[in-house]
């Protein structure tokens, strides 16, 4: 018995549960291998305060599921040393033990995504890249599962690049390519949209050339700042390593040193309410009595965490991230202040777009008077985000600027939208389902630390302070949406009224002429003067 | 009062020598020539539409209400009169569809009268199609487009037949001592139609009657409710026996019917009797009409009424004193409700003691009959014992 215990690596346990990093079937690998490069980049050229332009390019290769997947950033490229690690190691990371937003969070992705290439076609992954300082690098990886060790099969100095800076990342994979929705085309639109500050060149299997998305704005997103963690947010084993591996020499100074929000006056209340005293040793009180402690940390009250650690999109690049990828009418966009869950700050943004049904827009001038316009036609080259008036409304999930694609259903959000009474903001809603309408309802969390379900983040764990934030999200902009489409209702109201005066004035002129004999120009000018005196007295 | 069982040869008057009375076309005293009139309202109503709507103000219209509310019962003329409430329509997003048919409707009346041609109800409907978006989409719209016009006009005496917009429906039949004088709408030759010589048929009142000139030698006018008792005084000559003019009103008389008997007792002075089935519809409403007009066109009353018609019968009373109660029907719910609204609301039941106590009478007994009623006692019952005895109690007929 004993000799067949051995360690597990942990690339081991991936590649026999590679479902639990999103790696389920074909089609899904192929979004996930894209995505982890992508949420990769775009954390690369955010931390270096860069405009990213990204490159993002999948090939057909003879057989028919196998793909060659590119990923390029002029992001601040990668120091030689840490290449093969960064790409050959299963938990390797800058992002895990920082309470920073960040979109990648552990470690797994990009190097997960490696394996998966290595196990399904042999080849391992190959990447070039350079800082602006020193010199391309152009580097061949194959992992070594048992061992969680990268082995390096090709390391090149590469005279010239034509980046100054950047990392390329690119992987031969079993896959499959499809179009519609949860695809990966539907991911680097949502991705447009929750980046307006990145621009992206896709090219997919069967595009004639590569689709740009540009960048609607120049503004780099801020950095959250990096915080330490809250005391609530923080579970017991944590607490014990945390007092285990601590550099302070008494509790007190742990406590102060180590969480945010703490000071001598919290941490005494705290070692008071534990029975303990502020000189203990943290290492002793880790061994003995780091349950009462525990119980004295969640019992004392704390102040919030600060909030500065947190980067939302914005209420501006929300709207232009909508504008740039919808065709809508209206757009109406909330943001509720940071609120806590489990000690972790976080913030909701919601936006909505919502297009009218039929195709004429109603325009009414600064003199009142109403005009008939066709809309323009969406001449987008993917299929637009907003459904039919009849289609259940779509849910854009993101989660610090990355787009949540499958799960909708066991996803926190979908339950917030479909706890919000929508009817009362013109949108129609059967009990216990998701609103009706041409609309897309966006739903942004940044957090320091997302709640996802699974480690494939595929959907939010509905913790009650995330649904309640979201719930009070989409009802602010949902009264703003109300407002737009009874304002709607009342302006093809009175369209409807001045186009029946339209039809029977002439025939007032009419009757006038032909009783009264008067010329053709009296009947016009008086007609004219009526609809005049009509419509000015009818304000809208 | 016992029922007399046997038949009594027949009554016949004394013989007097005629008197021939005359009337020529009606005339309006005071307003002059009516066509003139109604080409002039029709100008005035238009230039005040145009005035007003290139100064840039929006146009109205101003029209007595025909509501029952603004309706009251004149004691001193005999019939209904509008009172002074009025409605202005103002041109707006509710009224302009409106405005633009009455206007359109004007300018057909001001053709018709200057080719003195007409339309009926239902021709004028059919003219609006060919007016677009302006066209009615049912006859029941341009009826009360006219009806709103006819009343505007009726301060200046208008009538819509003045305006030459006819009804469909012809008057009743007339047969007795009466010569029409009409004319040939060609040749305006005048034609003369003897209501005496129509044998086994009847003239029939056409649907404008102001043109025509009147003589008769006879002494009353029988307004008789159904078609079936018109035939039986006919065909056995009551109308020769009597020297009367019968007339068949076919239910409520109809606006060319009344005009007609109103004609023949102002202009020929001849007293008028109503003959009508005696129960709460032939009271309430076939004889109120025709006596006083209806609430609903109060605007038209004063020419479409006869305020000299007196009740002959059948009377709640009569059905007693001729021994009708076996011949009777019990009074409806509906036929109650009538006869206790007409009590309540009705203006000219009010106004008449005499009436009330007939319809309380009715309301006791629970029971209605109708003219044939008298066939009970023989066809010709009605004939030889009925209207002769009535004829002479004509100071106690109802007012």
Known sequence: ?540 | MAAKKTTKKVTVPKKKKPRLRKSGPAKDENKGDLKQVALESIVEVATSVYSTASAGDLPTITMPQRNLGNVTYSKETGYFELGDNFKTRTLDVNSVKTFAQSLRLMSLAQDMVGDDDFATKREAYYVSKNWGAAKFNEQRESDTVLDDMEGMFSLKGVTRETLRFVPEEHGGSVVGALTVIDRDPETLEPIRSDCAAMGSGAYTVPSSVDHLGFETTAEFVLAIETGGMFQRLNHHRYWRTANCILVEMGGVPTRATRRFVRRLSEDLKLPVYAFVDCDPYGICNIYRTLKVGSGASAHINAKFCVPNATYLGVTPQDIEDFGLQDATHPLLPVDIKRAKDALKNDPFFQAHPKWKKALKHMLKLGVRAEQQAFAKWGLNFVIEEYLPVKMKQIKQFLP
């Open chain 1, 1 to 540: 018995m004993g000799k067949a215990q051995r360690e597990i690596s942990i690339s081991e346990f991936f590649a026999k549960n590679r479902h639990l990093l999103g790696f389920d079937n074909k089609q899904k690998a192929l979004l996930t291998t894209i995505k982890e490069a992508v949420d990769n980049s775009l954390d690369a050229c955010e931390e270096a305060g860069i405009l990213p332009d990204l490159v993002v390019e999948i090939h057909q290769l003879e057989q028919d599921d196998r793909f060659r997947v590119v990923v390029q950033d002029n992001g601040p490229g990668i120091v030689r040393a840490q290449i093969p690690n960064i790409f050959g190691k299963l938990l390797y990371g800058s992002k895990f033990h920082s309470r920073r937003q960040s979109r990648g969070q552990q470690g797994i992705g990009i190097s997960a995504a490696g394996l998966y290439g290595q196990m399904t076609t042999g080849k391992g992954p190959h990447i070039i890249s350079k800082t602006i300082r020193g010199k391309a690098h152009h580097f061949a990886i194959q992992m070594d599962s048992t061992k969680n060790k990268p082995l390096i099969t090709k390391d090149d100095e590469l005279a010239e690049w034509h980046l100054k800076q950047g990392t390329r990342f690119e992987i031969e994979i079993e896959a499959s390519y499809k179009r519609g929705l949860r695809s990966v085309d539907d991911y680097i639109k949502q991705t447009a949209v929750s980046n307006p500050h990145a621009s992206v060149t896709y090219l997919a299997p069967g595009m004639e050339e590569a689709r740009l998305y540009e960048r609607a704005s120049d503004v780099v997103p801020e950095r959250g700042e990096e915080i330490k963690p809250h005391p609530y947010g923080v579970e017991l084993g944590e607490l014990m390593k945390m007092l285990r591996n601590t550099n302070s020499r008494w509790l007190s100074g742990f406590l102060q040193e180590e969480f945010c929000r703490v000071g001598p006056k919290v941490a005494k209340t705290i070692i008071a309410a534990a029975g303990l005293t502020e000189r203990s040793y943290p290492s002793r009180i880790a061994r003995e009595e780091a349950d009462s402690l525990y119980r004295a940390i969640q019992a004392a009250k704390i102040s919030a965490p600060p909030t500065t650690c947190l980067s939302p999109i914005g209420e501006e690049r929300i709207l232009d991230g909508l504008q740039k990828e919808t065709d809508a009418d209206f757009y109406a966009i909330a943001t509720r202040p940071p609120s806590v869950y489990r000690g972790n700050p976080f913030q909701i943004e919601v936006g909505i777009a919502w297009a009218k049904p039929g195709n004429d827009l109603l325009d009414v001038d600064t003199s009142g008077r109403i005009t008939k316009k066709k809309k323009k036609k969406n001449t987008a080259d993917t299929e637009n985000l907003l459904g039919n008036a009849d289609e259940a409304v779509r849910v854009l999930r993101f989660a610090n600027r990355v787009p949540l694609l499958s799960q909708q259903s066991s996803c926190g959000f979908t339950k917030a939208v479909i706890n919000t009474a929508w009817k009362n903001y013109g949108l129609s809603q059967s009990r216990g389902a998701m609103p009706v309408g041409s609309a897309v309802i966006l739903i942004h969390m940044a957090s320091v630390w997302v709640p996802f379900t699974s480690e494939a983040k595929e959907a939010i764990a509905p913790y009650n302070e995330i649904l309640k934030e979201v719930k009070l999200a989409l009802q602010e902009a949902g009264r703003k949406l109300g407002q737009h489409i009874r304002k709607g209702k009342r302006v093809a109201q009175e369209f409807e009224k001045r186009s029946y005066i339209e039809s029977y004035l002439p025939h007032v002129g009419i009757g006038l002429q032909e009783i009264l004999g008067i010329t053709d120009v009296q009947r016009e000018d008086v007609v004219e003067t009526l609809r005049d005196s009509m419509e000015t007295k009818r304000k809208i």
